[in-house]
């Protein structure tokens, strides 16, 4: 997975799957803008320790070069200044992921839409939805300047997955499905100028707050099985980043365009691994082990 001398932009790289994708990139020799709120001298609503900074380090010492920029992607104006500088740094921009987020300390689980917060469901939506939106207005003129771009809607859950099950609840649900619709929007607008939009969703993430939620670490991620057996499927920010790596280094990437991915599904394509060798194949695990009521076993499943 050669990116050397690709530019690729991580909207929403502070922690989580974002970092990893940022990371990953960098580990193919691409140049990669890590934006998001928190940085080491300031926090954003989420109020946790990760940083853009650690997560540009953590790209350069991958291999490739990491920029961190301090960005609330709500913000129109902060967005264009940001897409204005790296089209003046670097003349174009190869890799648009829109991985911004931040919606979970809004979301009450199981709560009917007439008993949750409203104004926590509409920040959540917002978070979700019109970040993305206002990234791609700004980004997609100079993504497009040259042809082979490509576009990762990051979201939670495939199509058909999201299709047939209720999520959390309202907010939450027309948020992810909303992001999916998103990239297949997207590769419709995007076609007849030589780009690429996809949906991708990680499986079960062993982000930092999965594993703080545990009381584990990725050392010992294993122990969290007393409590949820089925965790037994996780996998690493890693896993989607390789998937975003192979995606974006496939020269006939376009045969994706404006369909719903999974970090699992692409492995079996493309080959990649977790950080421990596996191909964890969560999706598939849930409808076939999870939800049908069998014993946790990953056998077969990475």
Request: hydrophobic content about 40%; proline content about 4%.
């Amino acid at each position: 997975m050669d990116l050397n001398g690709k530019i690729a932009l991580v909207a929403g790289a502070t922690r989580g799957t974002g970092r990893g994708i940022a990371v990953e990139l960098g580990a193919a020799g691409a140049t990669v803008y890590c934006t998001g709120r928190t940085t080491r001298t300031r926090r954003s609503e989420m109020n946790r320790p990760e940083t853009i900074e650690e997560t540009a380090e953590r790209v350069t010492a991958a291999g490739g070069t990491g920029i961190a920029v301090q960005v609330d992607h709500l913000d129109s104006a902060q967005v264009a200044a940001l897409v204005e500088r790296i089209g003046r740094e670097q003349g174009r921009l190869d890799v648009l992921v829109n991985d911004i987020w931040g919606g979970d300390p809004l979301a009450a689980w199981d709560t009917p839409v007439w008993k949750h917060d409203l104004d926590d469901g509409l920040r959540l939506l917002r978070l979700a939805v019109d970040t993305h939106l206002i990234t791609s207005h700004h980004a997609l003129p100079l993504l497009i300047k040259n042809p082979g771009g490509l576009v990762v809607e990051v979201t939670d859950g495939i199509k058909e997955y999201n299709d047939a099950h209720y999520r959390v609840n309202i907010f939450y649900d027309l948020a992810k499905i909303a992001v999916t619709r998103l990239a297949y929007a997207q590769a419709h607008e995007l076609r007849e100028h030589g780009a690429t939009a996809v949906a991708l969703t990680p499986g079960w993430l062993r982000s930092e707050m999965m594993l703080e939620l545990f009381g584990v670490t990725e050392a010992n991620w294993r122990d969290a099985l007393d409590k949820q057996p089925h965790f037994v499927v996780s996998e690493t920010p890693a896993f989607t980043g390789r998937a975003v790596a192979a995606l974006a280094a496939d020269p006939d990437r376009a045969r994706w365009s404006g369909q719903s991915l999974s970090s699992g599904e692409l492995a079996q394509v493309y080959g990649f691994t977790d950080v421990d060798g596996s191909r964890p194949d969560a999706w598939r695990y849930l409808v076939e082990v999870q939800d049908a009521g069998r014993p946790a076993d990953a056998t077969g499943y990475r």
